[in-house]
């Protein structure tokens, strides 16, 4: 048996020899390294081991408590099939088995073809890194973490490359701040509607989800100030531009607002953007990380909707004390992330072929969008807001609408759809029938004959 098990077992033995009650505090790691006479590193991963058996919680700040175990199965069952039914909808995208697509997620494949390039030097891919062969640095990709920087410093935000910690993508990312941050019971503030698999992530660690009404111009600041007062949150996830799935965007004004509502309360922000990279029309309006420095926001990125799903490649940037925290937790759980990824996308990044096809990119988009809101206004069916940026909007059909129509008239026409159900913290709160669209698969006439069945 190892130092590591040998800890977690004997501290396991004396929760379940009730010698540690519920709610105890445990030592600190340094104390439990004297105590046990192994290194600070073998706490840390002992904890980490009973953490994951929840045996043990954390709580940010405070310290290692015992869990409080009783009920637990039942709660776990209840939150496990409530996260599970969250995502069928992603199983359904996964399956590529619908003609058209207005509900994925993701650009269609035609649009990414310019992003690889047809042949990869291997040798370029690790040029000026060293540890070829192995893990490299947990941070991540040094070079993709210096270009991140980099980009950011020219959008008025420095940061150090320090700051910086690359992940298995954005899910990965929202993941690991989720497990290190927040435990069973904590309340957190959403998006509503919001990105369904966040809400899918706290509903399995069984974290209390409020949502903050999505407006125009960001969250409904009345609502926010209301919701912060009375549930005293821990953090609130947002997207401030280009919002999935209602592609709204923060205002400077509201921006400014929802900033001094956290600095109040106390909580922090956690600030989603998959397409902070795109250029153009194609996001717009005021980003929290632009006005606050990442003082109090954590922002996370990702190259999957830009690049390709299959890279699996996504960053936080922080204070460094949050991103050394997460480093030591992805170290636990995953050691690193997909080096060969990030290295083959700062190698675009230094060939110009990234910046090329972005614009690339922002183009279609931007067209696919301006023809897809067309064909809507057309058939007089209302979006979420007037004017959408990004991939997506919401779409309110007529009360003559029902979900059972949606579903027979796509099974008819293979069309895969995403209710707008699927994005409220509630389905009580949700729209009476909407569904999300995204422009880049949407601008066709045979969608265009889904929606006109469907509202007639």
């Known amino acids: 048996m190892s130092k590591i098990e040998d800890v977690a077992r004997t501290i396991e033995d004396a929760i379940n020899d009730n010698l540690l009650k519920p709610g105890e505090r445990l030592s600190s790691v340094r104390t439990a390294a004297d105590q046990y006479h192994v290194s600070k590193n073998t706490i840390v991963e002992a904890y980490s081991r009973l953490s994951a058996r929840q045996l043990i919680i954390a709580k940010h700040g405070s310290g290692f408590f015992v869990a409080d175990r009783s009920g637990l199965d039942q709660d776990k069952e209840e939150a496990v099939v409530e996260a599970y039914d969250r995502m069928s909808l992603l199983r359904a995208q996964l399956t590529q088995q619908f003609s058209i697509r207005p509900g994925d997620g993701r650009p269609p494949p035609s649009w990414m073809n310019s992003a690889l390039p047809k042949r990869i030097n291997a040798d370029s891919l690790f040029d000026k890194e060293s540890d070829q062969g192995g893990y490299g640095n947990p941070l991540g ?43 069973q019971g904590q309340t957190v503030l959403v998006d509503d509607p919001g990105y369904y698999p966040l809400i899918a992530k706290l509903k399995l660690a069984k974290i209390k989800v409020i ?23 821990a953090f609130y996830f947002t997207q401030s531009t280009a919002h999935n799935p209602t592609g709204t965007c923060y205002d400077l004004q509201t921006a400014h607002n929802a900033l001094k509502i956290a600095a109040q309360y106390n909580f922090r922000i956690v600030d989603d953007d998959p397409f902070v990279d ?24 990702s190259y999957s909707k830009i690049l390709s799903a299959s890279f699996r490649s996504g960053y936080i940037i922080s204070s460094q004390e949050i991103i050394e925290a997460l480093t030591d937790l992805k170290i636990v759980t995953t050691v ?46 209302k979006p979420y807001c007037p004017e959408p940026h990004g991939y997506y909007t919401l779409l309110e059909f007529p009360k003559s609408v029902t979900l059972e129509k949606m579903q027979k008239v796509a099974r008819r026409l293979s ?11 509630s389905k009580e709160n949700s729209l009476s029938m909407s569904m999300r669209v995204n422009f880049s698969r949407s601008a066709n006439k045979r969608f265009e004959t889904f929606l006109n069945e469907l509202c007639n």
């Open 141 to 183: 990709h040094g070079q993709l973490r210096e270009m991140i920087a980099r980009r950011f410093a020219t959008q008025g935000a420095p940061v150090s490359p320090n700051q910086i910690v690359t992940t298995f993508g954005a899910n990965h990312a929202l993941d690991l701040i989720i497990r290190r941050f927040l435990t």
């Open 415 to 425: 069309v895969f759809t995403a209710p707008g159900n699927y994005f409220y913290v």
């Open 278 to 301: 795109l250029i153009g029309n194609a996001t717009s309006g005021s980003r929290l990380w632009e006005l606050d420095g990442f003082q109090s926001v954590i922002f996370v990125g």
């Open 211 to 233: 949502g903050v009404p999505r407006i125009h111009n960001g969250p409904d600041l009345g609502k926010l100030r209301q919701l912060s007062e009375e549930h005293r949150p």
């Open 336 to 381: 690193n992330s997909s080096r060969m990824s990030e290295m083959l996308i700062a190698s675009m990044m230094r060939s110009g072929r990234f910046d090329q096809h972005l614009k690339k990119l922002s183009q279609l988009l931007d067209g696919a969008r301006t023809e897809c809101v067309r064909m809507i206004s057309d058939l007089e069916i």
